[in-house]
Each structure stands twice: as structure tokens, then as C-alpha cells.
């Protein structure tokens, strides 16, 4: 996995990490309102889910959510099932999921979920901070951005390697994305642009210890929703 390619700690920052869709099953009439457990059973997350929403959207969420539990064990069908869906989505969500550590495939199509923490988290926004501020070194002369997902997006577009883009897009439509959605999460554009700013005017140094820093919060709040924390951090 991408873990073991670039196994190392990328956080400049002396700081540390602390510590959905439900619906009912209309045959079962199983609540899923509380994190699932290992069992055989179909999963229905098909009530809330948006039509427009990927089912690797779909997926990612729940289990960074913490709604299907680490060690859980289910079968690609039952996933198709419950998301009203063939199984060729779901073994093509899946793929990616296997391949940012998500999920572990097992015989007879059953998947295992991930067992996540916060170094996870730590270690995934640690290697896209490396690979961003790598590529931004190289060329940021007209870089403009409107937010923070156009800010990704456009490092992205940077890049001349198909790998670095398509392991840059997983990080962002799965872990970025997912932790911008942190209610207690305080907009960071003005950082962004203070970033790119000490790398125009050639302070590698500093805009590293800034983006460590932005990263690291990334990271936080990724933790903190998928303990469902709403507390104001420490």
C-alpha cells in the first residue's frame, strides 16, 4: 500500500492528534443508526444515500464515519444490495478502497474494514503534503485557486505524472474531502495563499512548516468526525 511505499513521519508540526447514511434494512428492519459489527447480513445504506453520490463516495464515508467498524467483514453482493446497485461498481469502489488501505480483500469476495486511527490519518495527509509541496516547488508562478478543493485541484493538475495525479485525486475525493466537511473547522484559505506566497519568494522552509501545520489540521478533523467529536479542540 501507498503506507509502506512512503513510510515515514512528514509532520513538522510538534502537535499530535487527540484522542452518513443510515437507514433500515426493510426486510430485517435492522437499525443502522450505530456502528456495524461483524455479522452476515445485508447492509441497507441506500435510504439517505444521494442518487448522484459515487458509490465509492458512498462507501469511504461510511467506514471513515466509523458506521461499518473496523474488522467488519461483508461480501461485495450484500454491499451491491444494500446500495440498490450491481456488483461491478461496488468491485470498482472497492479496488480503490483496497488500494488506499480502506479494506483488505479476503477469499470468496468478502472484505475486511481497516483498522484506523489516528496515525492513519497522520500518515495519509503526510504523504499528500509531501507530494504537493513537491510539485509546488516546481511551478507555482500563475497558480490561482477560489478555495481549498480548487487548491488541490489545481496542484494536481501541476503534476506530469499520471501515478502522482490519480494517488493525489484518491487522496482528495476520499480523505481531503472528508475532512473539510468538519463542522468546527475554520476556512484556510488565507493560509493557502500565505503558502504559496513564501514559495514565490523562495522561503522553502517556512511555507513547509505552514503546510505541515495545514495538513496537520486536515488530519485533526478527519479523526475528530470519525469519533464524532463536536467539542472545541484543545
Known amino acids: 500500500g501507498l503506507g509502506d511505499v512512503y513510510k515515514r513521519q512528514l509532520f513538522d508540526s510538534p502537535s499530535?492528534?487527540?484522542?452518513?447514511?443510515?437507514?433500515?434494512?426493510?426486510?430485517?428492519?435492522?437499525?443502522?443508526?450505530?456502528?456495524?459489527?461483524?455479522?452476515?447480513?445485508?447492509?441497507?445504506?441506500?435510504?439517505?444515500?444521494?442518487?448522484?453520490?459515487?458509490?465509492?463516495?458512498?462507501?469511504?464515508?461510511?467506514?471513515?464515519?466509523?458506521?461499518?467498524?473496523?474488522?467488519?467483514?461483508?461480501?461485495?453482493?450484500?454491499?451491491?444490495?444494500?446500495?440498490?446497485?450491481?456488483?461491478?461498481?461496488?468491485?470498482?469502489?472497492?479496488?480503490?478502497?483496497?488500494?488506499?488501505?480502506?479494506?483488505?480483500?479476503?477469499?470468496?469476495?468478502?472484505?475486511?474494514?481497516?483498522?484506523?486511527?489516528?496515525?492513519?490519518?497522520?500518515?495519509?495527509?503526510?504523504?499528500?503534503?509531501?507530494?504537493e509541496l513537491n510539485i509546488l516547488y516546481k511551478n507555482c508562478r500563475d497558480f490561482i485557486f477560489s478555495d481549498e478543493l480548487s487548491f488541490h485541484k489545481n496542484v494536481i493538475r501541476l503534476s506530469a505524472n499520471a501515478f502522482i495525479r490519480k494517488t493525489l485525486n484518491s487522496v482528495l475525493e476520499i480523505f481531503i474531502s472528508f475532512a473539510l466537511t468538519d463542522p468546527l473547522r475554520s476556512c484556510a484559505i488565507d493560509d493557502l495563499k500565505k503558502i504559496i506566497a513564501e514559495i514565490k519568494s523562495g522561503k522553502k522552509d517556512n511555507a513547509k512548516a505552514m503546510f505541515a501545520f495545514y495538513f496537520n489540521g486536515l488530519a485533526a478533523s478527519a479523526w475528530h468526525i470519525r469519533n464524532n467529536r463536536h467539542d472545541r479542540r484543545s
Open 16 to 131: 499530535s492528534l487527540k484522542s452518513s447514511l443510515y437507514g433500515c434494512d426493510s426486510r430485517a428492519n435492522v437499525d443502522l443508526c450505530t456502528p456495524l459489527r461483524y455479522n452476515r447480513f445485508v447492509v441497507n445504506i441506500a435510504g439517505t444515500a444521494k442518487k448522484n453520490d459515487g458509490i465509492l463516495t458512498q462507501l469511504a464515508s461510511l467506514i471513515l464515519k466509523n458506521k461499518i467498524q473496523s474488522g467488519t467483514e461483508i461480501t461485495q453482493n450484500e454491499l451491491a444490495q444494500s446500495l440498490g446497485v450491481s456488483r461491478i461498481p461496488v468491485r470498482e469502489a472497492l479496488l480503490i478502497l483496497e488500494y488506499t488501505g480502506l479494506i483488505e480483500k479476503l477469499p470468496n469476495q468478502h472484505v475486511r474494514i481497516a483498522t484506523i486511527d489516528a496515525s492513519y490519518f497522520e500518515e495519509i495527509f503526510g504523504l499528500a503534503l509531501e507530494i
